[in-house]
């Protein structure tokens, strides 16, 4: 199996900043893409940022381009979200997304992680 499991969220003023981490462990074969989700209160849970496996190409919703940066380290299994001047409309349940594939089972799945709260206050 695979686990996701996100660290970094956290309570901040806006305009301020924090950075999210996503380690992945497990029985993995490999890591295909990897992304940051979240959901913010009374909303569905929408993309934030992806990021490719050798990290050459990234994708940004319109509302944080330019704000956060996605990186990965891919020798450690793990996902960075940058998040610069935070907005209160930020606060959100923050998700870590990757489509693996299991030593056992070669097919690349999406798996999730148990999120992390990002709070910003006005």
């Known amino acids: 199996q695979v686990q996701l499991v996100e660290s970094g969220g956290g309570w901040v003023q806006a305009g301020g900043s924090l950075r999210l981490s996503c380690a992945a462990s497990?029985?993995?074969?490999?890591?295909?893409?990897m992304n940051w989700y979240r959901q913010r209160p009374g909303n569905q849970r929408e993309l934030v940022a992806g990021?490719?496996?050798?990290?050459?190409?990234?994708n940004y919703a319109s509302s944080v381009q330019g704000r956060f940066t996605i990186s990965r380290d891919s020798a450690k299994n793990t996902l960075y979200l940058q998040m610069n001047n935070l907005k209160p409309e930020d606060t959100a349940v923050y998700y870590c997304?990757?489509?693996?594939?299991?030593?056992?089972?070669?097919?690349?799945?999406?798996?999730w992680g148990q999120g992390t709260l990002v709070t910003v206050s006005s």
């Open positions: 990021i490719t496996t050798s990290g050459g190409s990234t």
């Open positions: 497990g029985s993995i074969s490999s890591i295909n893409t």
């Open positions: 997304n990757a489509r693996a594939a299991l030593t056992s089972t070669p097919t690349y799945l999406g798996h």
